[in-house]
């Protein structure tokens, strides 16, 4: 099971009553938080999430509203004793932009180990996420963030049988372990059926409608993508600014043929969300308003 | 007039219905804040405040929590189309404190002239404000800010009859102008009686109960103070961790002579503050709780 939790729904700055956006996710005991604007400490509170598990923290890029919480989160980790290394994925610049803002977080009791993205795309796996960060449409160095969680096959007996592998060594090649034992290598896919279908999660914020993101989004469980505006008379402002109209969220969610997507980031000049949605359901209609504090939990699909 | 609006009540972090400890003061169409934690901006939109005012910033101390909000700030500051310097006062080493966490603000649209104070006792004259920013005894450097609106006297016409000043430039003395003509120089005071009593409010947090503080705090029409705890329990952490008790606060504000004290800075642990107030008022009877955007609007003293 995978935990989806969106914190904030606010772009730009944040509001009474709406934090900016970013997203927590929580899988086998371990968290992943992408993006960390000003607030995302309470929203987390709010959302009755914890502190202590948070291992991963994904950035899409540099504007404060994406960022700006930073040192105050890592206090609050820091304040739920948190000791283990924490883990950031960013942009070029990552370590100095961390590093900048932590003068007024200097004595973490817990090491931080900075990735930069370097590539157009990236991929990573910690803690069972298969991390794919593809790089985005933005006025400065953006990244979106597609997460798997990846599923092995069934335990196979007549596999194993065929494949000569001795009963002693069933339970640890399930659970994934490579064996050797009297000059024979056994290996887990010895044991077990063709891989099953596991959990996708994309992240989209900030970036004008691009293919990659398709290509990246493709068949995902949960697609939560940026929605600045809904009024199509903002379209040249959206362009400008080089931020995503809800209809243009929608045409990726129905290219990527994705099972829903989530609406964020909206801009402060929209109050009314819902005034959009029906016209945006035309396009795809598995599409829903992301709220502060909205979750899913993403079941495997014979898992209840 | 001098405005005050006590922004947040919280200490060492921010909590959902609880903003970080911050101050907005706004006196002939100049604001003044003191403190700048994570939220700050948005406690400055609940209580209906607004940014393009903020000609000054006060730090008391670089610890995240009276810090953490500034490139927010700043940002939404800028987004209200200020163009005007800004001038922040803190510790030393604000100047690269700003410049650090402004590393995700880096195109602001107005100058930031930052002072750092370099003495126990330091005083400043801006817009009409009279800031005293006095040394305190926290675990770091930190800075009390007492701040004076002066009043003048009124104007006495038997005094610039008696002091032989020309009837043409009564109403320029009045307003402040010192002016030189034929050889003579007249000043204000010569067309004025005795200055009048002005308005002063002393904001001090955070730190143990220092004798300094007595005596900036001196007569305060309002001082804010912080009481992280109420519970006499707690009073041995509150000496080690460089706080203020309820209790010292309101003996602080009695020796002070102050017109009332508010509470602020409450820790996170402090629920329900009501429950400790009766006893403070035993020590000082104008003891007030703060509370998220309580304001007062101070008056000089026949004014209405």
Known sequence: ?????????????????????SCMLKYNG???????????????KEADRHFKSIDIICITHFHADHISGLPGLLLAIANSNRVEPLIMIGPKG?????????????????????????????????????????????????????????????FDIDKA??????????????????IVENNMTYTPDMVLGNPR??????????????????????????????GMYGDEDKKEKAIQKKHM?????????????????????????LINAQQYLLNTQKIFNQTYLGEDGKYIDLMFEDEE
């Open 161 to 178: 049988k065929t494949n000569n592998v001795p009963l002693s060594l069933w339970n640890k090649l399930q659970h994934g372990e490579t």
């Open 197 to 226: 279908k596991g959990l996708k999660m994309t992240y989209c914020t900030d970036s004008r409608p691009v293919r990659c993101i398709v290509d990246a989004a493709k068949d995902s469980d949960l697609f939560i993508c940026e």
């Open 1 to 21: 099971m995978l935990d989806v939790c969106l914190l904030g729904t606010s772009g730009m700055m944040p509001l009474p009553n709406r934090w900016l956006t």
């Open 94 to 154: 990552l370590t100095k932009v961390v590093q900048s803002l932590c003068i007024i977080a200097p004595e973490l009791p817990f090491p931080i180990q900075c990735i930069e993205i370097n590539k157009k795309d990236e991929y990573f796996e910690i803690n069972g996420y298969h991390i794919h960060a593809f790089k985005v449409d933005h006025k400065v160095l953006c990244y979106g963030y597609a997460i798997e969680i990846k599923r092995q096959g069934r």
């Open 245 to 269: 109209m809800f209809s243009e969220a929608a045409t990726l969610a129905k290219k990527a043929n994705v099972k829903e997507l989530w609406l964020t980031h909206y801009s402060p000049s």
């Open 30 to 44: 371990s968290s992943l938080l992408i993006d960390c604007g000003e607030g995302t400490q309470i929203a987390i």
